[in-house]
């Protein structure tokens, strides 16, 4: 005679371990994350059940290191899609290295006729357009102040007529 106290329990383990085998095949077929409590709680069990049991365990870390079959922005995704990426990012990263050597290159070249220059052994800037540059700038620079001048005596009657206005504003009342 068997006890059907063991025997309840025995069934019920069954049935939540049917429902964790359950829960796992729908995530895997859905592409949800797969995780232990993520699992456990779609399959309505306590996380200590799958820890207590280690197949269950192994099977959920064996489908969460397997890539699934599921989709990725509508599209299937298969071992030989996977490859196809791989195969793009390769040459992708290719043609940013050769990219990248080029740059490296023309920096090179202009920080080297920079150095060139700044120690006097490159050819000489023409001096004469310079001055004729500073001294315009110079120029430009004594209008400018002259103008800023003027506008600070504009500015500063028109202030002093503003507080006229208001102290006779204010006498009135």
Same mark, same amino acid.
């Given at each position: 005679?068997?006890?059907?106290?063991?025997?309840? %329990?025995?069934?019920?383990?069954? %049935?939540?371990?049917?429902?964790?085998?359950?829960?796992?095949? *729908?995530?895997?077929? $859905?592409?949800?994350? /797969?995780?232990?409590?993520?699992? *456990?709680?779609?399959? !309505?069990?306590?996380?200590?059940?799958?820890?207590?049991?280690?197949? +269950?365990?192994?099977?959920?870390? @064996?489908?969460?290191?397997?890539?699934?079959? @599921?989709?990725?922005? =509508?599209?299937?995704? &298969?071992?030989?899609?996977?490859?196809?990426?791989? *195969?793009? $990012?390769?040459?992708? /990263?290719? %043609?940013?290295?050769?990219?990248? $050597?080029?740059?490296?290159?023309?920096?090179?070249? +202009? +920080? =080297?006729?920079?150095?060139? %220059?700044?120690? !006097?052994? !490159?050819?000489? &800037?023409? /001096?004469?357009?310079? #001055?004729?540059?500073?001294?315009?700038?110079?120029?430009?620079?004594?209008?400018? $102040?002259?103008?800023?001048?003027?506008?600070? #005596?504009?500015?500063?009657?028109?202030?002093?007529?503003?507080?006229?206005?208001? @102290?006779?504003?204010?006498?009135?009342?």
């Amino acid at each position: 005679m068997t006890n059907p106290m063991s025997e309840g %329990r025995r069934a019920d383990s069954i %049935r939540r371990r049917q429902r964790v085998v359950k829960a796992l095949g *729908a995530a895997g077929a $859905t592409g949800t994350e /797969i995780t232990v409590s993520s699992i *456990a709680r779609a399959a !309505g069990v306590d996380r200590s059940f799958l820890y207590r049991h280690r197949d +269950l365990l192994a099977r959920i870390h @064996t489908a969460q290191s397997c890539p699934s079959p @599921t989709h990725w922005n =509508g599209e299937p995704v &298969t071992r030989e899609s996977l490859k196809a990426d791989l *195969a793009n $990012t390769h040459q992708r /990263i290719a %043609r940013l290295a050769a990219h990248n $050597t080029q740059l490296e290159r023309k920096l090179s070249e +202009l +920080l =080297g006729e920079a150095a060139w %220059r700044e120690s !006097g052994l !490159g050819a000489p &800037t023409d /001096i004469d357009q310079l #001055q004729r540059r500073i001294t315009m700038l110079e120029q430009h620079v004594v209008d400018l $102040t002259g103008q800023l001048e003027e506008r600070s #005596q504009e500015l500063d009657a028109a202030r002093s007529a503003n507080r006229e206005l208001f @102290t006779n504003m204010n006498k009135q009342h």
